[in-house]
């Protein structure tokens, strides 16, 4: 048997889905169907909204060569998390997938401006990259170069809890990676990042 990967969201047939809870966060129960005519039961968790889910955005100042980071709260392993600037596509208030870009710019980074740049590579789904083997929710990966200080930012919601780490290094946040301190979707973003600069004699 010879796998492919598929990153369309069809790997599998599903045959059934129900909501089983919903808060702030959904699971769904999913009955699935392989090639080989196996039917299998999951548990799948996320945010019940069209995809992509939410965006993560990796600044970079290409003066210093530095980039922006927080630490966060996280809730599910009640630990502090070095991540990037991300939060959730909502509909409701943003017009366009870059606007989310610029709202939590400001919102948690306080910055605003700069270039943004969609790292999702064109062959992929444009529902964004999944964020959990268990989970629903997508994401978009951006690069933004060269924003500024934001003198009057956005409010931030309610249960954040966040602290704003400006200059830091390239090499210093490889660090932070190979130490297990920064979420993954962050990691993932930032691996990108990193590659579109070197491709672009930016680092």
Known sequence: MSLNINTEGTAAT?????????????????TTQFDDGRIIQWDIVGHDSPYPTFVVVFTYNTKTKT???LKEYVQGTNE??????????????HRYIEETVEHELSE????????????LPK???PDGISELKWGKNRFIPFLCLDPVKDDTPMARDAEEYM???????????????TRAEMMLPSVQTSWMALEYLKEQNLL
């Open 14 to 30: 599903i045959l059934s889905e129900r909501v089983a809870h919903k808060r702030y966060i959904t699971v769904w129960d999913r």
């Open 67 to 69: 980039t922006c980071l």
């Open 80 to 93: 502090i998390k070095y991540t990037c600037v991300a939060g959730s596509y909502d509909r409701r208030k």
């Open 108 to 119: 948690e980074a306080r910055l605003k401006g700069g270039t943004y740049i969609n790292l």
């Open 123 to 125: 062959t992929h789904s």
């Open 163 to 177: 602290e704003v780490v400006h200059d830091v290094a390239v090499d210093e946040l490889r660090n932070i990676i």
